[in-house]
């Protein structure tokens, strides 16, 4: 039985420092790579022959190929790894229908729905690493979709990690801060944007896999997302997001 691994978004930014992870690893032999561009997935195989290219946009909630891939190949998967994910940084009010669906599908239905019709092929001790984001610690003006978005990717994964205890199968939440990939905006409205305590996508990807590999339930990668963590828990939110507008407001 093939042993694989599943990455979503898995072309760019962290994903791809991911599969890049993943394809040393010996005891994987196939990785499913998910990815909207067909091209971008190719020229991924072409680097690491280990990938298998899945082609899914997953706007709508779903990996439309995933189920029946599953069912045909039957693998052992070792590995899950929902990172595709998106964001906009906009006024609630101004916020277009199309974005409020797009967040909440690819954020969570789609998380959700994959580890769900993965899970019945994973075995102990197999793992999987969601990516969620230092903005579910608290409240995010002008981001409120994606923080409250990443809120439940968070309390889903771990919730569901202990649920899944008896089975031997961890589920890692990871919550980064700012990182350098291309999600991130250089510049808006013609203002350089100053992301404070940015990091770069394979730290991120390497503490992931460290954790998940020790179990723990959550991964927060850099100092500054672990300080803001304990400054969430203990500031009032009504503070935060005050002192939040004031950094971010002049940029929307
Ligand atoms: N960058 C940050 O500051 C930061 C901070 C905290 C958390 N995160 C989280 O980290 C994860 C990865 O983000 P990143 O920074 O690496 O972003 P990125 O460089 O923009 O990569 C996002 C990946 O998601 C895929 N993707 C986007 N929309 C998709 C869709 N509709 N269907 C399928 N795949 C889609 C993209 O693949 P294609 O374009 O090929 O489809 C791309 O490979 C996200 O969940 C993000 O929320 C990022």
Not at 8 to 28: K, L
Not at 76 to 98: Q, S, T
Not at 118 to 138: D, H, K, T
Not at 158 to 171: D, F, P, Q, Y
Request: net charge positive; proline share 6%; charged share 25%.
């Amino acid at each position: 039985m093939a042993k694989i691994a599943i990455v979503t978004g898995a072309s760019g930014g962290i994903g791809r420092v991911f599969t890049d992870r993943i394809s040393a690893m010996e005891d994987i032999d196939e990785i499913w790579a998910v990815g909207r561009n067909s091209e971008k997935l190719e020229a991924l195989r072409s680097v690491y022959p280990k990938v298998v290219p899945v082609s899914a946009d997953l706007s709508d909630g779903k990996c439309e190929p995933l189920p029946n891939m599953l069912k045909s190949n039957s693998p052992d998967v070792r590995i899950l790894i929902n990172n595709a994910g998106v964001g906009y940084m906009e006024a609630f009010d101004k916020m277009p229908a199309e974005h409020i669906l797009r967040v909440c599908n690819i954020n969570c239905t789609a998380p959700a729905l994959i580890m769900s019709e993965v899970l019945p092929y994973m075995n102990e001790g197999s793992r999987v690493i969601n990516i969620s984001s230092a903005s579910s610690f608290q409240p995010n003006p002008y981001l409120a979709m994606y923080s409250a978005s990443k809120v439940f990717l968070k309390n889903l994964s771990r919730a569901v990690n202990r649920e899944l205890k008896s089975r031997g199968i961890t589920v890692t939440c990871v919550c980064p801060g700012w990182v350098d990939t291309g999600m991130l905006p250089k510049e808006v409205k013609g203002r350089k944007i100053n992301f404070v305590g940015m990091i770069k996508p394979e730290r991120v990807a390497d503490k992931a896999l460290k954790d998940s590999a020790k179990g723990k339930d959550m991964s927060v990668p850099g100092l500054f997302s672990k300080y803001f963590r304990i400054y969430s828990k203990v500031t009032p939110t009504r503070i935060i997001m005050d002192l939040w507008v004031a950094i971010i407001g002049k940029y929307v």
